[in-house]
């Protein structure tokens, strides 16, 4: 990061902790009420894959597999992104999950769901944005500057660094 300026450093840093703000709030609202469940957002599914998630839906062993692994994916990814410890793993697991959710739903002409969306669109929505977003923290990491991977993953200092 030593390459960007302090501005560009504060606000790659900055996204990495908003996005990560919003995973783990939303995978906390999840945990702490006890009725939520991801059948009904399961079930709605349209597009290609729409067979193999309303099939998770169906299945209550699958089903309560697929609600601890939401819910608790999105507390650790969020945690990872906010703290800066595991980033790369927290970011690859935030745009696995971001995909999943993007073609379950799906934004395409003549899709029409249940559940409320929060806007009009077309091809493009908060899930593939966030993504896009999450892809652009892989590829310029901040944190190893700011964040515990600068000390997990400190460099190992040479006997010949030493000496000079």
């Keep these: 990061m030593e390459n ?37 957002y399961l079930s709605d599914s349209q597009g290609w894959f729409a067979s193999i998630f309303q099939s998770m839906a169906n299945n209550q062993g699958v089903l309560n597999t697929v609600n601890f692994m939401n819910e608790w994916g999105l507390v650790l990814i969020g945690l990872g992104l906010i703290l800066g410890c595991l980033t790369r793993v927290a970011t690859i697991g935030g745009i696995v999950l971001l995909a999943f959710y993007y073609l379950s739903h799906p934004p395409f002409i003549g899709a029409e769901y249940m559940l409320p969306r929060e806007g009009s669109y077309l091809w493009i929505d908060k899930n593939l944005i966030e993504l896009a977003a ?16 600068g000390y997990i993953f400190k460099p190992k200092v040479t006997q010949e660094q030493v000496s000079i």
Excluded: C
């Design 4 to 40: 960007y300026s302090k501005t560009q450093t504060f606000w790659l840093v900055a996204l990495r902790m908003l996005i990560g703000w919003h995973f783990l709030y939303e995978g906390v609202v999840k945990i702490l009420n006890p009725k939520w469940t991801s059948m009904a």
């Design 134 to 149: 999450l892809a652009v923290m892989y590829v310029f990491p901040t944190s190893r500057v700011f964040g515990l991977d």
